[in-house]
């Protein structure tokens, strides 16, 4: 049975509600990541969570450690999922609502473990990991998209008007770290699968300026619907 690992982002409160059993502090080859392992039980599984963007939420999507963060998750488990909030790229996306990609962009940052070797990865998204999760998440959503690409940006910042007008040609969702993770997964041969929270249109897709404080507010709400789903997909798996 493989070990499953959690990366929790915005919006993210469950590690709260689970019993932790063990807090597993790391240091990497990268130094620490964001946050300690917190090894504990849901949907009657162990698992490891991490929290992206530290443990009260303060490090900022440019600044968050992705090497250190992979490399301690993958002396621990097998397989990761990670829980992203993200934006609609096409006002056909319902918000709020839950979508599990099938492919990713990233052409402005991409990250790797090899510096100093010559290392090439296809990089992509596990389709067993895929399509387990959405098994457990048909029922329970009425609106999941289980096709399109997440396009990652850098951040801190949230996009311009003219950069969504062509980002959107590129995909349907758009987002700061989960790329990033799912590359750094297959240079060490862990599968990974994103379960995105859509928490917001981009910038100027419903002609309504962006609030980061609604983003937060709809991401703790669409958890609620997230958390249910991980529980039935570590139940039944």
């Given at each position: 049975?493989e070990?499953?690992?959690?990366?929790?982002g915005?919006?993210f409160?469950?590690w709260?509600?689970?019993?932790i059993?063990e807090?597993i502090d790391?240091?990497?080859p990268?130094?620490?990541?964001s946050?300690?392992l917190?090894k504990?039980?849901?949907g009657?599984?162990?698992?490891?969570?991490?929290?992206r963007?530290?443990p009260?939420?303060t490090i900022?999507?440019h600044r968050i450690?992705?090497r250190?963060?992979?490399?301690a998750?993958?002396?621990?488990?097998e397989?990761?999922?990670?829980?992203?909030?993200?934006?609609?790229?096409g006002?056909?996306?319902?918000?709020?609502?839950i979508?599990?990609?099938d492919?990713y962009?990233?052409?402005?940052?991409?990250?790797?473990f090899?510096?100093?070797k010559?290392?090439?990865v296809?990089?992509g998204?596990?389709?067993?990991?895929?399509?387990?999760l959405i098994?457990?998440?048909?029922?329970l959503?009425?609106e999941?998209?289980?096709?399109g690409?997440?396009?990652?940006?850098?951040g801190?910042?949230?996009?311009?008007?003219?950069?969504?007008?062509i980002?959107?040609?590129?995909?349907?969702f758009?987002?700061?770290?989960?790329?990033?993770?799912?590359?750094?997964c297959?240079?060490?041969?862990?599968?990974?699968?994103?379960?995105?929270s859509?928490?917001n249109?981009a910038n100027?897709i419903e002609g309504?300026?962006?609030?980061?404080?609604e983003i937060v507010d709809?991401?703790?709400?669409?958890?609620?619907?997230v958390?249910k789903?991980?529980?039935?997909f570590?139940?039944?798996?």
């Open positions: 049975m070990r499953i690992g959690i990366i929790g915005t919006g409160k469950g709260n509600e689970f019993e059993e807090e790391k240091h990497t990268w130094g620490s990541p946050s300690p917190y504990g039980e849901l009657e599984r162990t698992v490891f969570l991490l929290m963007h530290g009260d939420h900022p999507p450690n992705h250190a963060n992979i490399y998750m993958q002396e621990e488990v397989d990761i999922i990670g829980l992203c909030s993200a934006g609609a790229l006002s056909e996306i319902k918000v709020p609502s979508s599990i990609p492919d962009v990233n052409f402005w940052n991409p990250i790797t090899y510096d100093e010559i290392k090439h296809t990089p998204l596990s389709t067993k990991l895929r399509k387990d098994d457990s998440a048909e029922e959503c009425e999941l998209k289980t096709e690409a997440y396009v990652q940006t850098q801190p910042r949230l996009e311009t008007k003219a950069e969504i007008k980002l959107k040609d590129y995909g349907q758009i987002g700061m770290t989960m790329a990033s993770e799912a590359t750094l297959k240079e060490v041969n862990l599968d990974y699968a994103g379960l995105l859509v928490d249109y100027g309504e300026e962006i609030d980061y404080d709809t991401a703790e709400e669409n958890w609620k619907k958390k789903i991980l529980e039935r570590l139940k039944e798996r």
